[in-house]
């Protein structure tokens, strides 16, 4: 059934007398995530499940505040929440290059820092004092004074044996030799030479002899020596032991319930009482002034390296990695230039987002992820293995051959959450097995909500909740019924209001900028209005440019008078961030033949699929309404005229079969009209999008001809629902200077286009004549007759 559009049917129009409020900041602020049920519903069970592999992929096209809302939301459920654990890196004194790690509850690891750094400062204050005190040096002299007794007690007895010889111990730069004694001293080397030779045999036989006592006499005098040494160090162990005990006892006693720290403090203690010579350097020179880095090097083996700290935190962790860098998700080993070389230790082990997130939940952009490689990469294999490792990224790919630091990896708890468009959900399913293995909860974000009282009440809040949180002017009452409006518009749909939040909130910082600028204390309706047109406007200079093409002639389109075979589509060009509808010509011209429904713009490779799958069932529908007695023996040729970008979609395909039933039955159709409308085979008028833009893309072009009250526009019935025009638009159909039509089939549609009935199949199964149906018909059969015709002619 053909309907004429009322003014109250093109426009849902929002009564600010069923708001509850005078102004936005009467209103309570905006608490829970808005119109999202079914997201909200998925992304609660993806973080109560604690099996692995539930981790969550938010998908929603942009604009639907899916991070603001997933921030927030987690924000709330992590504040209720245990704190995670803290973790500590310490040095590893039997493998260096694999530094140990320590896990504390939360808030104990800064504490564990803080006393590690109090017993080393301790440690460097006491020692030294306790080997510079008199008790120490009393002992050692001791210990010295024993020694030496010994070491002077076997030169006596190796003297006294070779007096007995006759012979003297002397030390020369060669070592010890036997010297023989005259007279009570020893003998010259002249008098030596005068001896006989029977009297130097018998002085070499006796050297030799003590020779062999000499060696073990150094045997002796080593050993003295190592034991010297060895209780040296026994007592400077006794010495550090009994100075530092003390403290390590403290630390134990505190730390009873971690034995990794326990066995930690041990392995301290005895690389300490091993190295003593790093606390107390006696009679070493001075050195000259060090860098302050230079002088604590040798102890930083002692240090702490506080690697995640969760003492400041209330609950768990939620961590928002903006830049899923491989260095920012995964950590960095830094390195130092010491001496004109780079070094590093554990010390310079730095976590990354997903160290801070453990235990928590870490939250990535997917489009920032896919574009990291590595960090995609890794995040698998850490969700997998269910560890955090820090490496080099080098390292990992190979390109890393020189010695380094591997660190001890730290149990991975933490719930994933991927924030991205349905398309990148959708190719990661499609092509990355592990992906659907990792991310087993997709919570999807829908782009618009139904229009009831309730998500009515949640925009307000919204608005209330923005306005108070920016510091913006509040919105009264009739400017919260254009944002709301302007929220329908958004969704293209009088039912249904759009989740763009971030569309409606730039809307609202708009508005408040003209309110200022009005000097008003408050945003009213009509800065909505002009916030809605100004951001048209900075847009829309395309669209007007190829308005004015057509007022001036340069681009055809007639809204008066009638033509036969030719009609005004109409289009949808979009700019990224404006679209808007354009009018085309488009014509069709027949003549008899066999080569059915050419589509110029296939032929001309200008054509998208969608669009030649809608000009081919054209001819389906016209073989089953002609062709039932007849064979369909015509080309028919279709075209958008003066179009040089390409045309794809089937949303002109009715308003092709009109210029087609035009061009057959040679009647006209009415210029003044333009049509839009898909259609099937059985003639059904479908809905299209857009609907919106292409009716004001027409009056545009109408107002610029000049209105004259009957200009109009053809649209499936099935898109009345989705009329949000603008009030310049409705305004003119309440006036009568411009008209909007809808059908259910393309009888009605013809019927209107031209004025004359389609007409309906009698009992012989024919058309009446002087019907657009009776006369494409006839015209049909004529043509099948003229094939006929000429066929046999060719065969005779």
């Not at 981790?55 to 929603?60: H, M, S």
């Not at 004092?129 to 120490?136: G, I, N, P, V, Y």
């Not at 210990?143 to 007794?149: L, M, N, W």
């Amino acid at each position: 059934m053909t309907k004429e559009l009322s003014s109250d049917m093109i426009r849902r129009t929002f009564d600010k007398n069923k708001l509850k409020c005078k102004s936005s900041q009467e209103v309570s602020p905006l608490e829970d995530i808005v119109g999202q049920d079914r997201a909200l519903k998925a992304l609660k069970f993806g973080l109560e499940i604690k099996e692995k592999g539930f981790n969550i992929f938010v998908a929603g096209f942009p604009g639907t505040g899916k991070m603001t809302a997933v921030k927030s939301f987690l924000d709330k459920l992590a504040e209720d929440q245990t704190v995670p654990s803290d973790w500590c890196y310490v040095n590893n004194f039997l493998e260096p290059y694999e530094p140990k790690v320590i896990r504390l509850n939360a808030g104990q690891g800064r504490v564990f820092h803080k006393d590690m750094t109090n017993f080393l400062n301790e440690a460097k204050i006491n020692l030294p004092k306790a080997f510079e005190s008199e008790d120490f040096a009393l002992k050692r002299e001791a210990t010295i004074q024993k020694i030496d007794a010994e070491r002077n007690r076997i030169f006596s007895e190796l003297n006294r044996k070779a007096e007995k010889e006759g012979l003297i111990v002397q030390s020369t730069p060669m070592g010890f030799i036997f010297v023989p004694i005259v007279s009570g001293r020893p003998m010259t080397e002249e008098e030596f030479i005068a001896l006989n030779p029977e009297t130097k045999d018998d002085i070499q036989k006796k050297r030799d002899k003590l020779n062999s006592e000499l060696r073990l006499v150094f045997r002796q005098l080593k050993e003295l020596d190592s034991k010297t040494f060895e209780e040296i160090k026994e007592l400077n162990k006794e010495v550090a032991l009994f100075t530092m005990g003390h403290l390590v006892d403290d630390l134990n006693k505190k730390y009873s319930d971690y034995p990794d720290i326990i066995n930690y403090l041990k392995e301290v203690q005895e690389d300490i009482l091993e190295n003593l010579a790093l606390f107390y350097k006696p009679n070493v020179p001075q050195a000259p002034v060090q860098a302050p880095w230079a002088e604590e090097l040798p102890f930083r083996k002692y240090m702490v390296n506080l690697f995640t700290d969760n003492s400041t935190l209330t609950g768990r962790p939620v961590v928002v990695e903006l830049n899923p860098t491989y260095q920012n998700l995964f950590g960095r080993i830094e390195k130092e230039a010491q001496f004109g070389m780079l070094t590093t230790d554990f010390t310079m082990i730095r976590g990354g987002s997903i160290h801070k997130a453990n235990g928590g939940y870490l939250v990535i952009p997917a489009e920032e992820l896919v574009k990291n490689l590595f960090s995609y990469d890794g995040l698998k294999r850490a969700l997998s293995s269910e560890e955090a490792i820090v490496e080099e990224a080098g390292e990992r790919l190979g390109f890393i051959t020189t010695k380094g630091l591997r660190p001890a990896p730290i149990p991975l708890n933490a719930k994933v959450v991927i924030i991205g468009n349905p398309m990148i959900y959708q190719t990661l399913f499609s092509l990355d097995p592990d992906f659907k293995e990792l991310f087993k909860v997709k919570a999807e974000f829908d782009i618009n909500m139904d229009f009831n009282d309730g998500n009515v009440k949640n925009y307000v809040s919204f608005i209330c909740s923005l306005c108070s949180k920016e510091n913006l002017l509040h919105l009264d009452s009739s400017a919260i019924g254009k944002v709301i409006e302007y929220g329908a518009r958004l969704a293209d749909d009088q039912e249904k209001l759009s989740t763009r939040f971030a569309d409606i909130a730039d809307i609202i910082r708009e508005a408040n900028f003209y309110a200022k600028q009005d000097k008003n204390n408050v945003i009213k309706d009509l800065h909505v209005v002009k916030a809605v047109e100004e951001k048209n406007y900075r847009s829309n200079l395309i669209q007007e440019r190829l308005n004015e093409m057509v007022t001036r002639g340069f681009y055809l389109i007639e809204t008066e008078g009638e033509a036969v075979g030719q009609i005004n589509g109409l289009a949808v060009l979009s700019l990224g961030d404006y679209a808007f509808g354009r009018p085309s010509r488009v014509t069709a011209t027949v003549n008899i033949g066999r080569g059915g429904i050419i589509d110029i713009e296939r032929e001309a490779k200008m054509g998208g699929n969608i669009h030649s799958k809608g000009v081919m069932i054209l001819g389906g529908y016209l073989a089953e309404n002609f062709a039932q007695d007849k064979p369909l023996n015509l080309t028919a040729r279709l075209v958008f005229e003066q179009n040089y970008e390409g045309v794809d979609g089937d949303s002109a395909s009715s308003t092709e079969l009109y210029a087609i039933l035009s061009a057959l039955s040679e009647v006209p159709i009415k210029q003044y009209f333009a049509v839009t409308g898909s259609v099937n085979q059985k003639g059904e008028v479908q809905a299209i999008g857009g609907v919106n833009y292409k009716i004001e893309g027409f009056y545009e072009i109408c107002k610029a001809k000049g209105l004259n009250g009957k200009q109009s526009v053809l649209i499936p019935r099935s898109n009345v629902q989705n009329l949000m025009l603008k009030e310049e638009v409705v305004e003119a159909v309440k006036e009568g200077k411009f008209h909007i039509y809808s059908v259910d089939n393309i009888k009605e549609g013809i019927e209107i286009l031209t004025g004359i009935k389609a007409g309906e199949k009698g009992p012989d199964g024919k058309y009446p004549e002087n019907t657009i149906y009776g006369m494409v018909d006839k015209r049909l059969r004529f043509m099948a007759e003229k094939i006929e015709k000429s066929t046999e002619e060719k065969e005779k």
